[in-house]
C-alpha cells in the first residue's frame, strides 16, 4: 500500500481521511480486478468506460462529482475529495480516473453556471451513471488559444444554431451530452465573445467523425456540428460568459489533475521500491546501493512536494471559495512534470523488463504523459504563474502609490 502519513496533513479533515479509507477498500475490490484492461478497439474502450462508469456510480462515488441538490453529497464540490479519489484511482487504472474525472469535468459548468432547469435535467442522471458526461473546448487551431476558437452558435428565434468542430475531446463519441464552448457574440472580440451551450449527443447534426489513437488508450474524439439546434434555454449563464465559465470550471479540476499524477508517482514510487528490494545484482539487492537509494530518495522527495501544492490548491479552494489560480497551476505543473521524472527513475529501476509492454511502469509512463498537457499545458501553467506574480507586484506598488 503507498505511504499514507500524507492523511494526517491539516489540510484534510476527518471526513476525508474516513472517505480515503473506504474509498481504497471499495477499490481494491471494484477497480483492482479492471486494472490491467486495455481494449485494442474502440468498442471495447467504450464498453470498459461504460462499466467504469456504472461501478462507480453503483459504489455512490459519482455522487461527489456534482452539487447535493442534484444528487450530490456535498452543496458545493469538495476539491479535496475529488483529489483524494483521483490519487486512490490513478494508483489502480488511468481510465477509471479518467471514467471519474469526466462526469465532475463534463457537468462543471452546469453545476456552477447552469439554470434550476437545466441542472435537475443533467446533474442527477450523471450522478446515477446514467448519463456520461463531456467537455468540448478544443478546436483543431484553437487548443491554448481559447480566444481563437472559431465553432459558432447564431441565434434563431428560441434556439441557437450551431457550426463547428471540436477535437481530441474526452468521451468524444461517447458522452450523452457535451458542454461546448462557442463563439455567439460576433462583435465581441477574443474570449468576451465566447458562450456555452448544453447539447445532447443525439441532436441532428451532431456528429463523431474521428476517434483517435492515443498512446494511453481513453475515448477521444473529433465531434462536428453541421446546423445543431439547440435551445436558448440550454445556454450557462449569460451571452459572453463561456471564457469565465470554462476557467472557473478548470479552476476547480485542475489541483486534481495534479492529484491523479500524484496516484501515478506513488504506484510508481511502490513498484520501484519493490524491484529494489526483490532484485539481486551482484550478489545483492539492487537496494543495497546507493545510488539506487538516492533515486528513491528523489522520487519520495518529488511526491510530498506535490502533494504539498496539491492539497494546499485543494484546501484553499474548498475553505476560502475563491479563485485559486495561481495554486492550481502550481500544482497542476509540479505534479504533472515530476511524476514523469519519477516514473522514468521507476522504469530505469526496472531495467529491461520496465519498458515491456503490459508491465505496471511501462504503462504508468504512457499514462502520465497526456496529464502535461490536458486542461492547460506545462508551458500555459508557467505562463499563469508568472502573470499572477508579476501582477502581484503591480498590485503592492499600486497600493504604496495611492497611499
Known sequence: MPEQTYLNWPFLEDSHRTLAAEFRTWADREIAPLAEEEPSDDAGLDALAR?????????????????????????????RALCLMRETLAQYSGMADFSFVMQGLGTGPISLFGSEEIRSKYLPDVAAGKRIAAFALSEPESGSDVAAMTTNARRDGDDYILNGEKTLISNGGLAHQYVVFCRTEDDAPGARGLSALVVDADTPGLACTERFDVIAPHPLGRIRFEDCRVPASHLLGNPGDGFKIAMSSLDVFRSTVGAAALGFARRAHDEAIAQARSR?????????????????????????????????????????????????????????????EVIDQAVQIWGGMGVVVGSTVERLYREIRALRIYEGTSEIQKLIIAGQAIAAVEAEEAAKAAE
Open 51 to 79: 462499466e467504469l462508469v456504472r461501478r462507480l456510480a453503483e459504489g455512490g462515488w459519482l455522487r461527489y462529482s456534482v452539487p447535493a441538490p442534484w444528487g450530490g453529497i456535498h452543496e458545493t464540490l469538495d476539491v
Open 280 to 340: 539481486l545484482s551482484f550478489g545483492k539487492p539492487l537496494a543495497d546501493y546507493q545510488l539506487i537509494q538516492e533515486k528513491i530518495a528523489d522520487m519520495a522527495l518529488k511526491i510530498d512536494a506535490a502533494a504539498l501544492l496539491v492539497y494546499r490548491s485543494a484546501w484553499t479552494k474548498d475553505t476560502q471559495g475563491t479563485r485559486v489560480t495561481r495554486e492550481a497551476a502550481m500544482a497542476k505543473l509540479y505534479a504533472t512534470e515530476s511524476a514523469q
